[in-house]
């Protein structure tokens, strides 16, 4: 099922804001710097690339309204600690097992963006007996939907391959933080990777530290590879997608006709918007006044459901 001009439903009542705390827990993959807020059944947030908790405030306390939510800085990034073995995206779903089980969670939803995606796809194939919904936003499900050229797309895999070598990564760790060279780096990478100019690409450069980096070239890597096999049958799990039809990053059709191929019944939420990351974060009054009611109109469609 597809919304239109979702932007335009407004939820008539804005709830007092949650307020959060975070925590830092220590699971055997690694140490996590976790954010929390809410009460109520148990949300999953996964961070896209490079996310900080400060990005997250205004999404992660929307969320909270109806949800207790848990979002968590990736290994390597932030507070949280690399893990001890190279990163991959397959790690994410046996630490997310392991933070549910040391919160005691039995059952949760999951909510992904952008890169998030892709992790979002490696927990439910592995959790999915104990997810009740999957909320997608903007989400990367496939190498095939991210709009660049097959030889960009070739190119992109040679340069993350040279920047598997710690002296290569070295090297432009220091380009990236001289600050004549900055502009030209971020230029170069913005044409490249078909960045939008919304996105702060050397604001972003300037905070990344050396185990970030090293991660953030293994995301890249297997962004630019990732398929996953779809179920023999389809799932039957509750599945939103909020996308912009003109993502300039993510192809809409290839990630709507991906999803069909996991879901029975996904719920898809088709926006207009020019960008996949907004020029400037949603507020979050402007969360709830372009998202709210649809959030509550899914949520009762949920529980008449469950009855």
Known sequence: MKFKNVK???MQTINPRPTHSTFFIDLPLCRLNVMRAGQG???IMLPATISRLENWHELVDFTAQWFEVYFFELPGHGESSPFQQP???ALIAPLVEQLVEELGIQRFSLMGFSFGGILAMQVFSRLHSRID???LLSPCLTWRAIQVSSMRREVLLKIMALLKHASVRNKLYHILHDP???????????RLGNIEATIPVDGILKKIQPTTLEILTAQIFESLKFEISPPQKLYSTACYLA???YDPLIDFNITTATLQRFFAHPEIIQLDYP?????KPFTFDELNERFGATVE???AVSQEGIR
Do not use: D
């Open 180 to 190: 004549p060279y900055l502009p030209y780096s971020a230029s170069f990478l913005r």
């Open 243 to 245: 996308m912009s039809v």
């Open 133 to 135: 919904n999957l909320v």
């Open 41 to 43: 059944e148990a949300m």
């Open 275 to 279: 960008f996949h990351q907004p020029p």
């Open 8 to 10: 335009q439903r407004k």
């Open 297 to 299: 109109a899914f949520l």
């Open 87 to 89: 990163f991959s995206t």
